[in-house]
């Protein structure tokens, strides 16, 4: 592993500049910045739902294995032209899309964010997520980005919204969407 920090505050960067990975520096507004910034939002929001007693021992093992995903595609942006994110991590998600998403009824409404607090905070991920993926997709308008990131992003999207229709069918239901309220 890189330097170790034994100080947290370094100053370099309160006139709005930070550090990559590479060494260089970039405003941190910078499209990269805000990227890589919505993936550790994204992963913290990951951190709250794991915190939630509900979460079952097989997906919880899932959801750590995305938290170590995330800081590795949070360190990929970081560092222009590394690559962390590969085609095997997508097809894992998508495994553990399928088993989850197998005894679950077809979808025929459109369901609310909520149901109970872990259902609701897998919500909150799923649509964090999207934010990520955004922000990726502006970046990689500008610079290059490894494709799998975006595959990633979007199959954990689709990954948190299984997780929240498991969580919320588990205990309360799902809210579904009524047209005629």
Same mark, same amino acid.
């Given at each position: ?15 709005? !500049?930070?550090?990559?990975? @590479? ?16 993936? !550790?939002?994204?992963?913290?929001? =990951? ?6 007693? &509900? ?8 959801? =750590? @294995?995305?938290?170590? @995903?995330?800081?590795? +595609?949070?360190?990929? /942006? ?12 997508? #097809? ?5 899309? @399928?088993? +989850? ?18 259902? &609701? ?11 990520? #993926? ?18 990633? +992003? ?12 498991? /969580?919320?069918?588990? !205990? ?7 047209? !005629?309220?």
């Amino acid at each position: 592993m890189g330097n170790r920090l034994s100080k947290i505050y370094t100053r370099t960067g309160d006139k709005g !500049d930070t550090g990559l990975g @590479d060494g260089s520096r970039v405003d941190k507004d910078s499209l990269r910045v805000e990227a890589f910034g919505c993936v !550790d939002e994204l992963n913290s929001h =990951i951190g709250l739902l794991l915190a939630q007693a &509900a979460i079952p021992a097989a997906m919880r093992a899932t959801l =750590i @294995d995305v938290q170590h @995903d995330l800081f590795d +595609l949070g360190g990929e /942006l970081c560092i222009p032209g590394h690559q962390a994110i590969r085609d095997a991590q997508i #097809e894992r998600l998508e495994q553990a899309l @399928d088993a +989850l998403n197998a005894d679950l009824p077809p979808l025929q409404e459109f369901i609310l964010p909520g149901g109970n607090i872990a259902a &609701a905070t897998a919500h909150v991920a799923r649509t964090v997520c999207r934010r990520a #993926e955004r922000r990726v997709v502006s970046l990689a308008r500008h610079e290059a980005v490894n494709a799998p990131v975006l595959g990633y +992003l979007n199959r954990l999207s689709d990954l948190l919204f299984v997780i929240a229709r498991v /969580l919320a069918r588990a !205990d309360g239901g799902e809210v579904l969407w009524r047209r !005629d309220r």
